[in-house]
Structure formats: C-alpha cells, structure tokens
C-alpha cells in the first residue's frame, strides 16, 4: 500500500510490522483518509454557503418551497428587432406615471421649502 501523504511504498516486511502506519512519515491510513474526507466536507460546505449568500434571500425562500428546481440567471436574450422596438414603447409607457409621481413629489417640496422658506422673514 502506497502511503497517501508522502507517497512512500513500504516493502512486505514493513507493511507486516506496521500495516496500518506508515513507516517512513508515520501517518495512520485511515486516520488521514478521515482527514481529507473531512476537509473535503467543510470545503464543500463552505462553498454551498457561499453561494446561499450569495442568492437573494426571496430566491432561497423559493428554492426551499420548490425543491428540486434551480435558479435562473439569464445571461443573454435574443429579441427581434421588431419586438425589442415594441418593448421599448410598451416601457416608455409604462414610465410615464412614474414621472407624474416623482413631479409630484418635486413640486410639493418646493412648495413646503417655499412656504417654510416664506415663514422665516
């Protein structure tokens, strides 16, 4: 048996004096075989947390209600021309109540600033 850490192959005579230790570094076999699998598992486990810190918290509540499925990334989209077109439009629409709003919001802070700013004299 070839020794997993130093790669030492003890001869018939050593292996029947120590056959689970080897002779030339003195490591346990299986003891070092628990090791690296050990190393391994924690390796793997910090890498899954990692990546569950990784995903919004929204996605990971849904992987968990869904086992099994997987989270999408996109990474690019093939639209025609005509249907990036027609997106453009339907978002320029979509857009224009949010600028109302945010208006809105701004003419009412000028106004409370002017009235405040009116105040003070």
């Not at 793997?44 to 929204?58: D, K, L, M, R, T």
């Amino acid at each position: 048996m070839q020794c997993p850490k130093c790669g030492y192959e003890p001869t018939l005579s050593e292996v029947q004096r120590s056959p689970s230790d080897c002779v030339k570094c003195g490591v346990n076999y299986e003891g070092y075989a628990r090791s690296v699998e050990a190393q391994r598992q924690a390796r793997e486990a910090e890498q899954a947390q990692a990546v569950a810190n990784f995903v919004a918290p929204h996605v990971r509540k849904m992987a968990a209600d869904n086992r099994g499925a997987q989270p999408v990334v996109i990474v690019d989209a093939q639209m025609s021309f005509n249907s990036m077109v027609w997106f453009m439009v339907k978002w320029s629409i979509a857009a224009i109540p949010a600028l109302m709003i945010l208006i809105t919001i701004g003419f009412l802070s000028v106004l409370l600033l002017g009235g405040l700013a009116g105040i003070s004299k």
